[in-house]
């Protein structure tokens, strides 16, 4: 029984503030040996922050961790490593240039201190390999030389687990030597089979004798995969247990510090009015993806796209948006106001992190021209406030913001440019349960005001609840769309990999 062993790590009355804002507050939680631990809670409730302590690199006001027994303050993130305790960031990390081996030794390499020899480049390989075969259940779908970019954003997920892995160092015995590995949200751009295959791994790994610390939204992944957990509610620990033998809607209340408010009766609503065709779409085919897309977008209606990642997705999205070009079919747009695309990279073409809130709402990101005059402050206010985005004001910092509430300041910045059209590339990633809920019934209010919506989710319990049709695309082909109604998440799953 893991909890009766000594802990692995034992943190207590851990304390974090960020100039008046105290993001940690007395938290206290042990990691047992050889577990999977996950830590729960609102955006901004600290998650990150608290894994970052744990890594070193932000340092602790108050409180003590012991790891293994003996005290452990690492000053930075290398010190960590020397403890073995590695991070997999909530941000992606590899450089899609880089190949897959290079980017698992990035960092650890002898090439980083000095010409490496023959023998050194052997040596980095090998341990990459090691790494990579110890995430990869097949690792020939990871291949060392492929540049990393070339891989799926699932297979690029174990590639940063393994580096983690590998920065942990080795062992006398060549074995990995991380005990504790953190992953901060690691199945949040993952479909449903892919996150399946990552804790199969995790589990593997597990069983050999890492810890893993694991912060996620998704409480079913906690029910099936993680064997404690614990909430963090505003920088307190607000709950914590067995999630096998606990009811989720009491580790939703602990989240929340109340009961999630009912969720929307979808098809009890009156049928929604459809208006005119605002973008049609017919035989569309884009460079690789999609290979054949026909829709037909109507005022007022979300129509939801279903698919494996790598089904073309965000391909279809981006072509319709007109930012990439195509290879064949038509599309036209009937929007005065046009269309806005939420793009799924939110590091690449996502928010100035070094700029406002107010500003990143408020400015386009291709021209960054403009301060965001004193008025438009008190607008940028107005959409914290609807969107609830945790934060000390318009003029914080986005790159302060949690990752959550990042994703939000983007929702934002789109919604206020007032398109006919918008086009959601997994809107709600990163977002935790409560907000969630919000965000998809905002969608269904702008829907009610004549906006048209194309939503894309990997999440398939949101598409059947939100959305009024529903098309899946399967190996960049888009059949047509059926009602909302007549799908459920199973049939919707069974479609998309069939
Ligand atoms: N460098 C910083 N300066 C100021 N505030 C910060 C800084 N880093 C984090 N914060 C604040 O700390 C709080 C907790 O952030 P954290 O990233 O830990 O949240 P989280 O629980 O990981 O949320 P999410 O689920 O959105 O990822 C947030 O209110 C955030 O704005
Ligand atoms: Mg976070």
Redesign the pocket.
């Given at each position: 029984m893991a909890g009766a062993r000594a802990p692995l790590l034992e943190v207590t009355g851990l304390a974090k503030a960020?100039?008046p804002?105290a993001?940690?507050r007395d938290v206290s939680l042990r990691i047992a040996p050889a577990s999977v631990h996950a830590l729960l809670?609102?955006?901004?409730?600290?998650?990150?922050?608290?894994?970052?302590v744990l890594l070193g690199v932000?340092r602790a006001d108050a409180g003590a961790v012991l790891l293994g027994g003996a005290r452990y303050a690492p000053a930075s993130a290398e010190g960590a490593r020397r403890a073995g305790v590695v991070l997999v960031p909530?941000e992606r990390t590899l450089c899609a240039h880089l190949s897959v081996a290079d980017n698992v030794v990035l960092g650890i390499e002898p090439a980083a201190r000095a010409r490496p020899g023959l023998r050194d480049r052997e040596r980095a390989r090998a341990v990459a390999r090691g790494a990579i075969a110890l995430v990869a259940a097949d690792p020939a779908r990871v291949p060392l030389d492929a540049p990393a970019g070339d891989l799926g954003v699932a297979d690029q997920q174990l590639v940063e687990i393994a580096r983690a892995l590998a920065q942990g160092g080795l062992r006398e015995d060549g074995r990995l030597a991380a005990r504790l590995l953190v992953l901060?949200?690691p199945t949040s751009s993952l479909g449903h089979e892919d996150a399946r295959r990552l804790f199969e791994r995790v589990r593997a790994l597990r069983d050999a004798g890492v810890a893993v610390l694991l912060?996620t939204?998704f409480l079913s992944d906690v029910r099936a995969h993680a064997d404690r957990y614990t909430v963090?509610r505003d920088?307190r620990v607000a709950g914590e247990g067995d999630p096998r033998e606990t009811d989720p809607a009491q580790i939703v209340r602990e989240m929340l510090g109340r009961a999630l408010d009912a969720p929307r009766a979808g098809s009890g609503a009156p049928p929604p009015g459809r208006g005119e065709v605002v973008l049609e779409a017919r035989d569309v085919a884009g460079a690789r993806r999609p290979r054949r897309a026909s829709l037909s977008l109507h005022r007022g209606e979300i129509l939801g796209i279903a698919g494996l990642v790598g089904s073309g997705r965000t391909e279809l999205l981006r072509i319709l948006a007109g930012l990439d070009p195509r290879r064949g079919g038509a599309v036209t747009l009937r929007a005065p106001r046009g269309v806005g695309l939420l793009s799924e990279d939110r590091g690449g073409e996502g928010l100035m992190l070094g700029r406002s809130i107010a500003e990143n709402v408020w400015l386009s990101p291709r021209a960054p021209r403009l301060a965001a005059p004193r008025s438009l402050l008190s607008e940028a206010a107005r959409w914290i406030e609807r969107l609830a985005i945790?934060?000390?004001g318009p003029d914080?910092?986005a790159?302060?913001?949690?990752?959550?509430?990042?994703?939000k300041v983007q929702i934002a910045r789109l919604l206020r440019e007032d398109f006919d059209v918008l086009l959601m590339d997994e809107p709600t990633r990163?977002?935790?349960v409560a907000s969630k809920a919000q965000v998809l019934s905002l969608f269904r209010e702008l829907a009610g005001a004549g906006k048209a919506i194309v939503l894309v989710s990997s999440q398939l319990d949101e598409l059947v609840a939100t959305c009024d049709r529903i098309a899946v695309l399967r190996r960049g082909i888009l059949d047509p769309p059926r009602p909302a109604s007549s799908w459920t998440e199973a049939s919707l799953l069974l479609e998309a990999s069939s």
């Amino acid at each position: 029984m893991a909890g009766a062993r000594a802990p692995l790590l034992e943190v207590t009355g851990l304390a974090k503030a960020f100039g008046p804002n105290a993001v940690l507050r007395d938290v206290s939680l042990r990691i047992a040996p050889a577990s999977v631990h996950a830590l729960l809670g609102e955006n901004g409730a600290g998650k990150s922050t608290l894994t970052r302590v744990l890594l070193g690199v932000e340092r602790a006001d108050a409180g003590a961790v012991l790891l293994g027994g003996a005290r452990y303050a690492p000053a930075s993130a290398e010190g960590a490593r020397r403890a073995g305790v590695v991070l997999v960031p909530q941000e992606r990390t590899l450089c899609a240039h880089l190949s897959v081996a290079d980017n698992v030794v990035l960092g650890i390499e002898p090439a980083a201190r000095a010409r490496p020899g023959l023998r050194d480049r052997e040596r980095a390989r090998a341990v990459a390999r090691g790494a990579i075969a110890l995430v990869a259940a097949d690792p020939a779908r990871v291949p060392l030389d492929a540049p990393a970019g070339d891989l799926g954003v699932a297979d690029q997920q174990l590639v940063e687990i393994a580096r983690a892995l590998a920065q942990g160092g080795l062992r006398e015995d060549g074995r990995l030597a991380a005990r504790l590995l953190v992953l901060d949200e690691p199945t949040s751009s993952l479909g449903h089979e892919d996150a399946r295959r990552l804790f199969e791994r995790v589990r593997a790994l597990r069983d050999a004798g890492v810890a893993v610390l694991l912060v996620t939204h998704f409480l079913s992944d906690v029910r099936a995969h993680a064997d404690r957990y614990t909430v963090l509610r505003d920088g307190r620990v607000a709950g914590e247990g067995d999630p096998r033998e606990t009811d989720p809607a009491q580790i939703v209340r602990e989240m929340l510090g109340r009961a999630l408010d009912a969720p929307r009766a979808g098809s009890g609503a009156p049928p929604p009015g459809r208006g005119e065709v605002v973008l049609e779409a017919r035989d569309v085919a884009g460079a690789r993806r999609p290979r054949r897309a026909s829709l037909s977008l109507h005022r007022g209606e979300i129509l939801g796209i279903a698919g494996l990642v790598g089904s073309g997705r965000t391909e279809l999205l981006r072509i319709l948006a007109g930012l990439d070009p195509r290879r064949g079919g038509a599309v036209t747009l009937r929007a005065p106001r046009g269309v806005g695309l939420l793009s799924e990279d939110r590091g690449g073409e996502g928010l100035m992190l070094g700029r406002s809130i107010a500003e990143n709402v408020w400015l386009s990101p291709r021209a960054p021209r403009l301060a965001a005059p004193r008025s438009l402050l008190s607008e940028a206010a107005r959409w914290i406030e609807r969107l609830a985005i945790r934060a000390g004001g318009p003029d914080q910092r986005a790159g302060e913001l949690s990752g959550g509430n990042q994703q939000k300041v983007q929702i934002a910045r789109l919604l206020r440019e007032d398109f006919d059209v918008l086009l959601m590339d997994e809107p709600t990633r990163g977002i935790d349960v409560a907000s969630k809920a919000q965000v998809l019934s905002l969608f269904r209010e702008l829907a009610g005001a004549g906006k048209a919506i194309v939503l894309v989710s990997s999440q398939l319990d949101e598409l059947v609840a939100t959305c009024d049709r529903i098309a899946v695309l399967r190996r960049g082909i888009l059949d047509p769309p059926r009602p909302a109604s007549s799908w459920t998440e199973a049939s919707l799953l069974l479609e998309a990999s069939s």
